[in-house]
């Protein structure tokens, strides 16, 4: 453990403070105004964060849990959050999208069930009543033999005859006869396709629809242009070697918080401040308890700057996209981590003897930041005295700071 304990509280051995007085005048937590009243009716630390833990306000548990938390433990129970998002994003990794993307018009994919169903495509030649007909014409033709038949000799040939004469004199000045009329409609019929209601090629409507889009798409690639040149992107080989780097500086921190560490956490935090790992670093050294390491004057660190980064750095974690885990329930597995830490069950002293750091097996079976072994009641106090006389036999140095 970190610090000298100048108290024993039963069950919580790292708490700082019992009451939640003392973390509000000492490390300037600010009650929410929703909790006001039960913070009066538990003023005791420890009952108050039960109350927040019984009622599921994980969120609000963990923050008051990191402002009354020794500051080596707290910088612990992040490293254990990270940790246990690294698994999770090793199982179920999250691709971020391309910025080039954003503000492309994209089509909406309809289920089968919303879409129009497709006309259906009917031969007319198998249409009752296009059966029907020819079924009549074919029986008006044969009537039409019979009666030729019967025609005196000659009246037949003398009407073809004159149909002839009709029909060239008709063609001559139409260009077709009847007969040829008659099957070019038909074939027309047969043909015909239903015009759209809108020629959109020759719409003026259409035309500024389409030189709009041209400009708006003109104006998105430019955006997209000047937000890359802005803000560069780092590679993921870039970003795995800072992420990396500063895992490692993190771990040395907590296990060996000297000024060199704390410097080194401060100096890889700042080469990523975006990530998880970054933020972790920064919030490592913050912990240090002195913002001018290698330096004979002390600056101290804000008391609240601690806790507030932690509570950064949790809820960055529960927001994080990918995983296997929602957001709810990573908040309560971070509260049931901050409570192992807490109850002195969680620590980095078991892995001092392993030739690798728990973050150096992501994914391998190795530590995922949870213990799962919260005491229940009945042995709640004596794993409490466990940690408290463990940590009275060894050695403490104290934060400067």
Excluded at 222 to 233: D, G, L, M, R
Excluded at 235 to 255: C, F, H, P, W
Excluded at 299 to 318: D, H, M
Excluded at 337 to 346: K, L, S
């Amino acid at each position: 453990m970190p610090d000298k304990l100048d108290w024993l509280n039963e069950h919580f051995v790292l708490l700082k403070y019992r009451t939640v007085a003392e973390v509000v005048e000492n490390c300037h937590y600010k009650v929410p105004f929703e909790l006001r009243k039960t913070a009066d009716e538990h003023p005791l630390a420890e009952d108050f964060l039960k109350q927040l833990a019984e009622a599921e306000n994980y969120q609000k548990a963990s923050e008051f849990l990191a402002f009354n938390l020794h500051q080596r433990a707290l910088a612990w129970w992040g490293y254990c959050c990270v940790l246990s998002v690294k698994n999770e994003l090793f199982d179920i990794p999250f691709e971020p999208r391309d910025i080039s993307d954003i503000g492309t018009h994209k089509n909406p994919e309809l289920p089968e069930w919303a879409k129009m169903p497709e006309p259906e495509k009917m031969d007319y030649k198998t249409n009752p009543d296009y059966i029907k007909l020819q079924q009549e014409i074919s029986a008006i033709k044969a009537k039409n033999e019979e009666l030729i038949k019967m025609l005196p000799p000659g009246i037949w040939e003398r009407h073809m005859e004159l149909r002839k004469n009709i029909y060239e004199k008709f063609k001559s000045i139409v260009g077709m006869d009847p007969e040829e009329m008659l099957t070019d409609a038909i074939k027309k019929v047969e043909e015909f396709k239903e015009p759209a209601f809108v020629n959109e090629e020759k719409s003026p409507v259409f035309q500024m629809k389409r030189e709009l889009d041209a400009k708006i798409e003109a104006i998105r690639k430019k955006t997209v242009e000047t937000i890359k040149a802005a803000v560069p992107s780092k590679s993921r080989e870039e970003l795995k070697e800072q992420t990396d780097n500063a895992m490692d500086a993190v771990y040395a921190g907590i296990t060996a918080p000297t000024d060199e560490n704390a410097t080194r956490c401060l100096n890889l935090g700042n080469a990523c401040p975006e990530t998880h790992e970054g933020l972790l670093s920064l919030l490592t050294f913050w912990c240090y308890g002195n913002l001018t390491p290698n330096m004979e004057q002390i600056v101290r660190t804000p008391p609240e700057l601690p806790p507030t980064g932690l509570n950064s750095l949790l809820l960055k974690c529960a927001l994080t996209e990918g995983g296997t885990r929602e957001f709810k329930e990573r908040m309560k597995l971070y509260f049931e981590i901050g409570r192992e830490v807490v109850f002195g069950i969680n620590n980095w002293s078991e892995f001092l003897t392993e030739m690798e750091p728990p973050h150096h097996k992501i994914g391998h079976g190795g530590f995922t930041g949870v213990i799962g072994k919260v005491p229940d009641d009945a042995s709640m106090k004596q794993a409490a005295e466990k940690a408290l006389n463990d940590a009275g036999n060894k050695k403490f140095e104290r934060f400067r700071g």
